[in-house]
């Protein structure tokens, strides 16, 4: 059953492609390319021009070799060598690419098989050539490769195109470091200059200004004394003697904060 039509198998191939005539036995046609006006007995090789009367008792003798097969026999000589052959011209003529894809219809009656039918030595070819199918399917194999090869390249340069501008970004990151590293630096720097200015105040301050002003004062107080060592102003000494606690204080407080 073929797309719901039947056929009437007549005509058959052996397992390697050899087509043998239903009608006459002959080797390389079929039942309707047959030339023969009668049929021939597989059996006994005799040809009878109605084959269905003939029942057939012998012992078989093969049209081909004469010998104890049947004329359809794989076993036979003559139809082993036709098939070498024709296996040998089926592999040297691959120039359609065309492959038939094999159709297996199974019912109740035949089993459809490819190999049944006559051959088509270009398109079944590739099919029937097991050479040529573990090739398509090496060749298959490559392309699978190839193209894995290709999105691992495409993953590699994304990745690598990562690292570059990964690269640059981490350069301008230490860029940035350094760059705060040095306003750091500049910070400590200016920060020491202040304590430096602070602490010039600070011995001005305390190692200059306050021991001229505590000259100054001991002087005033001995101004302000008659030559008995009276004083002369009670108030003028009181301020001068509180002054000079006040100075003692501030230079021992200064001491204090170094
Ligand atoms: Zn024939
Ligand atoms: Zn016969
Ligand atoms: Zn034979």
């Not at 070819?125 to 199918?133: E, K, R, V, Y």
């Given at each position: ?41 597989k059996t006994c090789a005799q040809a009878f021009p109605d084959l269905k009367s003939h029942q057939c008792s012998a012992s078989p003798i093969c049209k ?195």
């Amino acid at each position: 059953m073929i797309n719901y039509i039947s056929y009437e198998i007549t005509e058959f191939l052996s397992p390697a492609q050899v087509l043998i005539c239903s009608k006459c036995s002959g080797i390389g046609h079929f039942r309707k390319q047959c030339s023969e006006q009668d049929e021939t007995c597989k059996t006994c090789a005799q040809a009878f021009p109605d084959l269905k009367s003939h029942q057939c008792s012998a012992s078989p003798i093969c049209k081909h070799c004469k010998g104890d097969h049947l004329s359809n026999s794989m076993k036979c000589p003559v139809i082993k060598s036709f098939r070498a052959e024709l296996t040998r011209k089926l592999l040297s003529s691959n120039t359609n690419p065309t492959a038939v894809p094999p159709n297996n219809n199974n019912n109740n009656n035949y089993r459809f098989d490819s190999l049944n039918f006559p051959p088509l030595p270009s398109t079944q070819a590739q099919l029937n050539n097991p050479m040529m199918s573990k090739l398509d399917d090496l060749i298959g194999k490559i392309n699978d490769v190839k193209d894995h090869l290709a999105s691992l390249t495409l993953k590699y340069d994304k990745f690598e195109k990562f690292m570059v501008e990964k690269a640059k970004h981490d350069i301008h990151v230490s860029h940035q470091i350094d760059t705060l590293s040095a306003n750091d630096q500049e910070f400590k720097k200016d920060l020491l200059n202040h304590h430096m200015l602070l602490g010039r105040h600070e011995n001005f301050f305390t190692k200059l200004f306050i021991p001229i002003l505590e000259e100054v004062f001991s002087w005033m107080a001995v101004q302000n004394q008659d030559k008995k060592g009276n004083t002369l102003d009670a108030d003028l000494k009181c301020r001068l003697e509180r002054y000079v606690v006040q100075m003692r204080k501030t230079r021992e407080g200064k001491h204090r904060f170094n």
